[in-house]
């Protein structure tokens, strides 16, 4: 029976051997749960979560076929018998709840973090500081036979097949392609001896595992890097893959040294489904289209266009478990979208911390941060709506308490509504919507335009008080600051003040690469940025015509000429996302932003902002100037020491503005409401 909500995406997936309940794949993520054995219980609660949400396939974290394979010391492996029974928790779990999973074997070759790496050939990859062993012919023979012993293993542990993972630059990538692969021998050369690894490695798979198993094969169609591979090689891999017993293609696009994003906000939706639709048309097996597909919309409409078969979302698992459910029952609007941000998800992976979300902070926590109906309902009052008190009326309300959320504005959403006009930050929208309509769903009394004083809420018969009321802009002490031609980043972002064409900005943290961003996008050009004009900027052909798929960017044509000036003598942008501050960097320098460090402000008049850097002194000539410089908590409700009444407690940008972001504002309102 098809699902009238989404006919494609939900409808089943009969794989011969075993029928999948619908086209939605949970792409793999490494949570950081999957490295010690002491974690499999939260693990298996994790993905617990998401099968009984309805996901038609799951796919874990990469685990690695031996020990050459980390991708981080100690990672997770799966090569011996003693490892079956903490999969078993996991794979149970799925089970219990009606869904499948896939083990994904990951063999990450010279992109390790550790000294054991191995690859192709000996060279270093830009991303790794350890040189690889170039593998000789009997370690190729032993590293195929881990691979068939971990598939064989996933099958004791009750997985319902494995995914080889043969993208992003990891080890069967860098022997696909002449970028790594300079072997002499006969696993280096035309592409017929490259793709030997990969087909070896399926074959002995399916001769250890059966037919009656899935073996889903992640295959590089975009390298996005030089030395990458060309369509027809792409095409020549698949249909050997194909041939060789793989039962489903997924694909892949980027190696993680590419210098093209790939899943960062500012890349379109669904960006890169036509690439597989061409792939579709060439093997006969299910094709799988990824990245930056994070609404149910999206994806039904890729799959009735014949685009792919299943499509594969990762982070949105990470934002919401029951996204198909939801999905299925129509009600789309009260998913909670993943926002492209990786602040909380891919940082944390790189940072080695255990994964988690910005907009989801119980994801990869589901043991931990528990919403539990509450046995003693109390008042309670929420003071702002931005991220931190939304989070913090809505995990209270869903327990039982009579929640009242006051806004000083007219609407909901704090400075994520300043966000979202920033080009490439549309997603940030998804956040506010979710929150209106929870907030509906779970009955919050919520008054706009009440800038609410200590006394009301005093006198408002309220058990407990949740100050959320955020910041406000820092305001530096320069000569000249009242100057006409000084403008805040509120004035120009959320205000539309008129900005001439020559600006400075002061302050180089996120929000002054933010409106360099907005200040030299053309307002004429349309936003979000369509997939043709991304893939311009960017350099990207999607019809991979030249290896690798990389042509020559052709950049916009800057709106306005720009500084953007720091008083520390560290790099600009030094501080933002270790996933997307490269990202940021790019599109500013691309528009020829001068970028400086190491500034002091001298004044501001009206001949421009004088400034002196390295000992100089200089004036730049501009007709605005923007401050960008921070900001300071906000906080006129709380009275230290104060006793009697309710009890007020702080979250977010009310307890501390520095290094405050959206995820720490979340995070506090989810963790206060889960306790009180
Ligand atoms: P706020 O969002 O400031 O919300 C406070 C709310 O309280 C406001 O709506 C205010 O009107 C209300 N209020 C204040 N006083 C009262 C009162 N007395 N009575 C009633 N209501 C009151 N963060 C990220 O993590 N990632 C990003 O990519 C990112 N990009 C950003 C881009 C821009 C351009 C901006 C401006 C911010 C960005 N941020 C980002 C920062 C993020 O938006 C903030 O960290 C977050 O909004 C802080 O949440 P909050 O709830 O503490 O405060
Ligand atoms: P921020 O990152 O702390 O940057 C503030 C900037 O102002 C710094 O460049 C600082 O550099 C400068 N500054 C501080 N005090 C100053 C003073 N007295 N005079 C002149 N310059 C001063 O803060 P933000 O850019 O306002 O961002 C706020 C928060 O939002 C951040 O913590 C960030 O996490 C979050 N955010 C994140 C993103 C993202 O993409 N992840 C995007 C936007 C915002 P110097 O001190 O060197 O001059
Ligand atoms: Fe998506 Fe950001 Fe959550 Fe990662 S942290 S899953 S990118 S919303």
Known sequence: MTNPAYPHLLQPLDLGFTTLKNRVIMGSMHTGLEDRFYNYGKLAAFYRERAAGGVGLIVTGGI????????LPMGGTLNFLGDVPNHRRVTRAVHEEGGKILLQILHAGRYGYQPFVVSASDK??????????????????????????CAKLAKQAGYDGVEVMGSEGYLLNQFLCARVNKREDGWGGPIENRMRLALDVVRRIRQA???????MYRHSVLDLVEGGNTWDEVVTVARALEAAGVTILNTGYG????????????????????????????????????????????????????????????????ADASFVAKAAAGRADEINTCIGCNQACLDHTFANQRA???????????????????????????????????????????????????????RIG???????????????????????????????????????????????????????????????AIPGIE???????????????????????????????????????????????????????WGVDLKVGTPGGLVKPVPAHPFRQLWLLQRKTTRPGAGLGKTSGWVHRAALQRGGATMLAGVQYDRIDDAGLHITVGGEQKLLEVDNVVICAGQESLDELTAPGATGGPAFHKIGGAVLAAELDAKRAIREGAELAARL
């Open 255 to 318: 190696w993680h040294e590419a210098r093209v994003p790939t899943i960062v906000t500012s890349v379109p939706r669904a960006a890169f489904a036509s690439v597989a639709g061409r792939l579709r048309e060439e093997v006969g097996i299910p094709v799988v289209a990824s990245n930056r597909i994070n609404m149910p919309h999206e994806a039904n409409e890729l799959i009735a266009r014949g685009d792919a078969d299943m499509v594969s979302m990762a982070r949105p698992f990470l």
């Open 124 to 149: 270093k990859s830009p991303i790794s500081p350890f040189k690889p062993r170039a593998l000789s012919e009997r370690d190729i023979e032993s590293t195929i036979r881990a691979y068939a012993r």
């Open 414 to 476: 704090g400075q994520f509504n300043v966000a979202m006009q920033v080009p490439g930050k549309e997603e940030f929208a998804e956040t506010i919507r979710y929150f209106g309509r929870k907030l509906e769903m779970t009955g919050v009394n919520v008054q706009l335009n009440r800038r609410v004083t200590r006394e009301e809420l005093l006198a408002g018969a309220f058990d407990e008080v949740i100050v959320a009321t955020g910041v406000r802009m820092r305001k530096p």
């Open 209 to 215: 595992v059966g037919p009656n198993f899935i073996i």
């Open 64 to 71: 690695s076929p031996n020990r050459q394979g980390w991708l």
């Open 483 to 537: 100057h006409p031609k000084v403008l805040s980043y509120l004035e120009v972002l959320r205000d539309k003040a008129p900005v001439g064409k020559r600006v400075a900005i002061i302050g180089a943290g996120g929000i002054g690469f933010d409106t360099g961003e907005f200040l030299l996008h053309d307002p004429s050009h349309p936003l979000p940025q369509p997939v043709a004009t991304w893939t311009g900027e």
């Open 356 to 410: 988690s979300c910005l907009v989801n902070p119980r994801a990869c926590h589901e043991t931990e941060l528990v919403y539990a109906r509450t046995a003693k309902p109390r008042r309670i009052a929420v003071v702002g709506a931005g991220p931190a008190g939304l989070s913090a009326a809505t995990v209270a309300a869903e327990r039982g308490h009579a929640v009242t959320l006051f806004e000083a504005s007219n």
